[in-house]
């Protein structure tokens, strides 16, 4: 299983630590540290469309217009810490976020 983050994030933080908790060997990816490939970057968007951007985010707020009307793919790629997080890849599953129903899948 690897969660797609970065470490500062509160969520990732609790998902990492509910997911070992239930026994899931978990791989922490931090997306500023070590950033996606493109092919990533084009599976994780394949996978969510648009709605692996955060546009409630301070970093998507801070984009020049033309980086907010280009493509997710552009949009990550410039600032990997406008994903929604976490991204978590679990037995070639996805899921975005850490609510209710992602918990329930990977509990």
Known sequence: M???GIP?????KKAIKALEAAGHDVTF??????????????KIVM???DRVVNKQS????G??????ASEPEAQIAAQ??????PVIESE????????????????
């Open 2 to 4: 690897i969660l797609y």
């Open 8 to 12: 500062t994030c509160d969520t990732c």
């Open 29 to 42: 990816r931090d997306v500023r540290a070590d950033p996606l490939s493109e092919a990533e970057i084009d």
């Open 47 to 49: 996978e969510f469309g």
């Open 58 to 61: 301070t970093t998507y707020r």
């Open 63 to 68: 984009f020049n217009e033309f980086l907010k």
């Open 80 to 85: 990997p810490a406008v994903m929604k997080r």
């Open 92 to 107: 070639g599953k996805w899921f975005l976020g850490w609510d209710e129903a992602v918990q329930s899948a990977l509990m």
